[in-house]
């Protein structure tokens, strides 16, 4: 399993939820409104006490009922006017902090297609997962409701002590006796409860990976009856996830024990303060009760700020998450001055002093390769396991960028191309085909979403494909279901090979794309490709004898260098590294028939074969 990437070093809050201003700047005016709301709602509340002083110390202890209802019809407005502020605020902020999150998970989307296939290698899918899905929505509820209310509490904590200041400094000094230990335990647990927060974050994306990588792998596991294992295995990362939410929970047990107890204690205190004021002539009935009730009404604000500092933790950490995906540099980009291939295209292909080391890694893959594949010529590139093959012609369509030397098509270096303008000359078909949960007509357009259902049904009549999508329930509307597991091995290569030839590309890289064929399908498809795109530069990775006699050229990768390059009868003649590797080749189970209990090799067109009956 790839590891997760290391954290960087860890920045306050305040300056990492800064980050989220230019998202916030379209929707400031919103923001405000809801925060004005927010307030106006909470400073009515704040206005009751002062009702219920003076009907207490008015018409209550003068016996004057006639000026009763004045006063509790001011209370059920306040009342109401809270009420209906506090729905404003949700109903004008809802909305556009939804639309923030949206465009936060569009940026995220974008720089991830962006980013270059290494940057892919390291992450784990379940991690980049958890960011796009869980960490953005804990970043939205902190923009919708915590930052609104960050900022009310504490201006209606000051304004409710300043309130109780103006009623009674004595019962004001008992509020805020009880009010700075919470402040204080709140500051203490700040740093630790971000760091915990985080370590569950990152817990809930290993936990993401090992389902996905469980749910996609589910037919090998099965095969192996691995399932068990993987099962303990899974049960023992959410044991370490409970283990690490059970010790985010004791944090915030703490602050909400302290937080409910402190209260308490200002209450019992301004109760035993004010009784005994009351009973010296000291504070009047009324006054006592406002200071009570304005207590309660803190009791809310105060609390919650401890709540809302662990969500702000929380968005921070999520942020964090976040912004490490939207730092990563987009190494593989177009260029500031871009060139345009000669029009129109002719496919040469050139690999000059190509050297390449993956990041991170010290040794050179690739060490100097120098190859040339002439307009409409294929050449097969063969060589042991893990020569880097599959890296070189990854080169090609800029997957990943050389660290030396240069790559060209038509004399002009890819770095030097636009991506779109690339990957429009170059086509790829790689050796694992990947198709999406789509109809097939979507994947074989991937490339070319404007092609009409003719070319698509003659890129598949180039792959062999259109007998097989025809018998399909619903033809080509189809759909061949996640990673295209409803179809066959060779069915999914055949669709991607249709994807890869639509756009009649000036350059075709081949992976070993024909590896789930058998033997007679393999031959019509590469009997066909001559035939459709008998113009087309082909590179294609070899890994079977026939595929290597169907080139015209066959280059040796070595050492990290091309060691031989002849056609497949000049090496077998002269190169004894090349022998040697085709005599491995020879050996693959593919390609061989059971009859009568005997092992028998079958028979496979020789390229001299395939072009006459191409002829034919």
Not at 146 to 168: A, D, E, H, Q, Y
Not at 457 to 484: I, K, M, N, Y
Request: charged share 25%.
């Amino acid at each position: 399993m790839v590891t997760r990437p290391a954290r960087r070093d860890r920045r306050s809050t305040l300056a990492v939820l800064r980050r989220l201003g230019p998202y916030l700047r379209p929707v400031r005016g919103a923001v405000a409104l809801a925060v004005g709301a927010a307030l106006a709602a909470t400073l009515a509340g704040l206005s009751v006490p002062l009702v219920l002083r003076g009907v207490l110390d008015g018409p209550v202890a003068h016996g004057d009922l006639g000026a009763l209802p004045p006063l509790l019809l001011a209370v059920l407005g306040l009342g109401v006017l809270e009420a209906g502020l506090f729905w404003v605020r949700r109903r004008v902020l809802s909305g556009p902090i939804t639309g923030v999150e949206r465009r936060m998970r569009a940026d995220l989307y974008h720089h991830l297609q962006r980013l270059p296939a290494a940057f892919h290698d390291r992450w784990q899918s379940g991690q980049l997962l958890s960011r796009a899905v869980g960490d953005l929505a804990t970043i939205r509820r902190f923009m919708n409701f915590s930052v609104v209310f960050l900022l009310v509490n504490t201006l209606v904590v000051v304004t409710g002590t300043l309130l109780l200041l103006w009623l009674s400094p004595v019962l004001a000094a008992v509020q805020v006796a009880t009010t700075l230990p919470m402040i204080a335990l709140v500051a203490r647990y700040e740093r630790r409860y971000r760091e915990v927060a985080r370590q569950c974050q990152d817990q809930v994306g290993d936990l993401a990976t090992a389902v996905e990588e469980s749910v996609l792998g589910v037919r090998v596991l099965k095969a192996f009856g691995r399932g068990p294992h993987l099962a303990r295995r899974f049960a023992a990362q959410a044991r370490e996830l409970r283990r690490r939410e059970l010790r985010r929970v004791r944090m915030l047990a703490v602050q909400w024990t302290v937080g409910i107890v402190l209260p308490e204690l200002a209450l019992a205190g301004q109760l035993a303060v004010g009784g005994h004021a009351i009973a010296h002539g000291a504070m009047t009935v009324g006054t006592l009760v406002a200071a009570i009730t304005t207590t309660s009404y803190l009791r809310w604000p105060i609390d919650s700020l401890g709540w809302m500092l662990a969500e702000a933790n929380n968005a921070a950490a999520a942020c964090e998450r976040v912004w490490e995906v939207l730092d990563a540099p987009v190494s593989v980009a177009d260029p500031e001055r871009p060139r345009a291939l000669p029009a129109p295209a002719r496919g040469r292909l050139r690999f000059e002093g190509v050297r390449f080391a993956h990041p991170g890694s010290h040794r050179e893959l690739l060490r100097g390769v120098d190859l040339e594949v002439r307009p409409g010529e294929t050449v097969a590139l063969v060589g042991a396991t893990g020569c880097g093959k599959t890296t070189l012609t990854a080169l090609v369509p800029r997957l990943y960028d050389v660290t030396g030397g240069r790559v060209l098509v038509d004399g002009v270096d890819v770095r030097d191309l636009r991506l779109a303008d690339l990957r429009r000359a170059v086509a790829v078909a790689f050796e694992d085909p990947v198709l999406f949960s789509a109809s097939v007509r979507e994947n074989v357009r991937l490339g070319m979403p404007d092609a009409t259902d003719e070319e698509v049904r003659a890129a598949l009549r180039v792959a062999c494909a259109e007998e097989f999508v025809d018998a399909l329930p619903w033809g080509l509307s189809t759909r061949v279901g996640e990673q295209g597991l409803t179809l066959s091995g060779g069915q999914r290569q055949r669709l991607a090979l249709a994807r890869a030839v639509l756009g009649r590309p000036a350059v075709l890289v081949l992976d070993d794309p024909l590896s789930a064929l058998d033997v007679h399908t393999e031959a019509e498809v590469e009997a066909a490709l001559r035939r459709v795109l008998r113009d087309v530069t082909a590179l294609v990775v070899a890994h079977r004898p026939s595929t290597v006699r169907l080139a015209d050229r066959v280059a040796l990768l070595s050492d990290g260098r091309i060691a031989a390059v002849g056609t497949h009868e000049e090496l077998s003649a002269t190169c004894r590294e090349y022998r040697t590797l085709m005599s491995t080749m020879d050996t693959e189970v593919p390609g061989t028939l059971v009859v009568g209990g005997d092992v028998r090799r079958e028979e496979r067109p020789t390229r001299d074969q395939v072009r006459e009956a191409v002829a034919r």
